[in-house]
């Protein structure tokens, strides 16, 4: 019904950037949040950012600075730029939204791997 679809991802040198991208379909009448998170192999999945319906945002202590998140309200869109991309960022980055269709509800994308490397 719903469905939360990331984009962006990809192998870039440390120091190097990307954007990533959350589009979410389907039958919304509004979302809440929507916010970015990471999981790397053999890690629990952490929160890297998220923004309110509002426009409040709130980052991770490890990205301040280097990454930022917003939104295109009319499309319901995420997208996360992060710069100066260090080895420890590699992780499959996701996307999660809270909103309301067929009441309130919340789901995951199917994730977008960042790599980054020499």
């Known amino acids: 019904q719903v469905q939360l679809v990331e984009s962006g991802g990809g192998l870039v040198q440390p120091g190097g950037s990307l954007r990533l991208s959350c589009a979410a379909s389907?039958?919304?009448?509004?979302?809440?949040?929507m916010a970015w998170y990471r999981q790397a192999p053999g890690k629990q999945r952490e929160l890297v950012a998220q923004?309110?319906?509002?426009?409040?945002?709130k980052y991770a202590d490890s990205v301040k600075g280097r990454f930022a998140i917003s939104s295109d309200n009319l499309k319901n869109t995420v997208f996360l730029q992060m710069i100066s991309l260090k080895p420890e960022d590699t992780a499959a980055y996701y996307c999660?939204?809270?909103?309301?269709?067929?009441?309130?509800?919340?789901?995951w994308g199917q994730g977008t791997q960042v790599t980054v490397s020499s």
């Open positions: 389907g039958v919304i009448f509004s979302i809440h949040a």
């Open positions: 923004i309110t319906e509002t426009g409040t945002t």
């Open positions: 999660n939204a809270l909103y309301y269709s067929c009441g309130w509800e919340s789901g």
